[in-house]
């Protein structure tokens, strides 16, 4: 048994607790006692603490992208092709290296979760590894490495678009299992070996309607089934998708999952930007949750989604930093009331503590970690303090809202991940020095010799 005193806690709602104290046993919160004084063994926890914040939506990789797609008029386009070369270069060991680094910056920002839509699965040109699952593993050994629990959303991927042309040669050979089926064959080995790792869930993805043909679904869809696991799907991110789905299949990429199957309180549509009324009423009725990724949405140019209207679902509202533009889960939080104020050009559309909700609850919960994200006996012990005397968040007090609109990543002061530290006073335990091991990786991968 541990005991850890906070000054602050949120435990809910709207209002925060003052001098809390949270036991812990075997990684889970114990009790929990407000205002009481600081036991003499216990560990002191600054400013405001939250539960750990979950990360729902992540691809390692496009790290190495940030401010190298800035120069210059660009698009989606001209950005994807820079990831396709990235794509390209990584191995496994400098995959576990290059998340290792990524992870670990992710604790810094409060992060103790993470979902990673992992696709990058072959060798270049397509071969397979010895072992197949090889990539994934290496994911998996990255967020050991850093001290995060990770959902990976092994993902199917096998066509180039909507019309289920081919992948591409060239990097996007290394995505695809060549079928659903042979997809389902390989993540059922993956998951059998890390089947007795409680920080480790073997989720299921689509890649988009246009990355996987329509009879392909089914097989994914029932191995997430018979698993009872996680099912995210990019879906409506950009316009041009939903044109397209429309051209080839009389309709919405949300249509076409409904009528596959695919939709359900299990699975999560990343983006879902870009909407009709009938597509929101497919989501809420179903209790399908949404993944808004604003800073990426917003660095893409991809456009603001309807997010008051989905908050006000039945499914699930989580965010995610997909690109990694900046990883920061505050900004993403933020993001999405300020996104709407622009839209509607009105304030106070979602409440901070339903943002921050966003951010812990919810967002745990569709990577399928239902025992984590609110601070509650019998949850996981994770434990985020934030900084409230920075110079961004002095004199807001200690409130969500402080919280959500004032503090950064930077404001992380402490990170507890089922009852260990991982980060104390802005210092990660595992990883000696986050920027230079991801100055390195990121160098070694985008300037060095291709393979």
Avoid: K
């Amino acid at each position: 048994m541990s005991t850890w005193w906070c000054e602050h806690a949120w435990l809910g709602g709207a209002t925060v607790a003052e001098r809390v104290s949270i036991s812990v046993s075997d990684g889970r919160i114990a009790a929990i006692e407000v205002g009481v004084d600081p036991p003499a063994s216990a560990r002191r926890l600054p400013g405001l603490v939250v539960p750990g914040l979950a990360n729902a939506h992540s691809h390692a990789f496009h790290r190495a992208l940030r401010s190298r797609t800035q120069r210059d008029r660009g698009s989606f386009w001209t950005w994807r092709d820079l990831m396709y070369r990235a794509a390209g270069r990584l191995d496994p060991d400098g995959y576990r290296r290059l998340s290792r680094a990524v992870y670990a910056e992710m604790a810094l920002a409060g992060i103790t979760s993470v979902g990673e839509f992992h696709y990058l699965h072959h060798d270049v040109g397509g071969a397979p590894y010895a072992d197949p699952n090889e990539m994934g593993l290496a994911l998996i050994a990255g967020a050991a490495d850093a001290g995060v629990r990770l959902t990976l959303l092994d993902t199917c991927y096998l066509s180039s678009g909507v019309d289920g042309a081919p992948l591409a040669q060239g990097p996007q050979q290394r995505f695809g299992d060549g079928s659903g089926d042979r997809w389902a064959d390989r993540v059922e080995e993956l998951h059998r070996r890390v089947s007795g790792d409680d920080r480790v869930i073997v989720g299921a993805a689509l890649h988009s309607v246009r990355g996987v043909p329509l009879a392909h679904i089914p097989a994914v869809v029932e191995w997430a089934a018979a698993h009872d696991a996680p099912l995210h799907v990019h879906s409506s991110e950009q316009t041009a998708e939903v044109d397209q789905c429309l051209a080839v299949h009389g309709a919405t990429p949300t249509a076409l999952l409904r009528d596959a199957g695919a939709l359900g309180p299990r699975t999560t549509a990343v983006h879902a930007t870009h909407l009709t009324a009938e597509d929101l009423a497919d989501l809420d009725c179903t209790e399908t949750g949404v993944c808004f990724c604003p800073t990426t949405e917003r660095d893409l140019g991809d456009g603001i989604g309807p997010a008051a209207a989905l908050l006000a679902g039945r499914g699930l509202f989580s965010l995610g930093s997909d690109s990694h533009a900046v990883v920061d889960l505050f900004e993403e939080a933020r993001a999405t009331e300020l996104d709407e104020r622009l839209a509607r050009r009105e304030r106070g559309i979602v409440a901070a503590e339903r943002l921050l909700g966003a951010a812990t609850l919810d967002g745990q919960h569709a990577l399928g970690w239902t025992d984590a994200g609110v601070l509650r006996v019998g949850a996981r012990a994770d434990l985020v303090a934030v900084d409230l005397e920075s110079v961004r968040t002095a004199g807001g007090g200690a409130t969500v809202e402080n919280v959500v609109f004032a503090a950064t990543a930077a404001d992380v002061i402490d990170v507890v991940v089922d009852g260990r530290v991982v980060v104390a006073d802005r210092r990660h335990q595992r990883v000696d020095d986050v920027g230079a091991a991801l100055a390195e990786t990121i160098s070694a991968l985008m300037e060095g010799s291709v393979r």
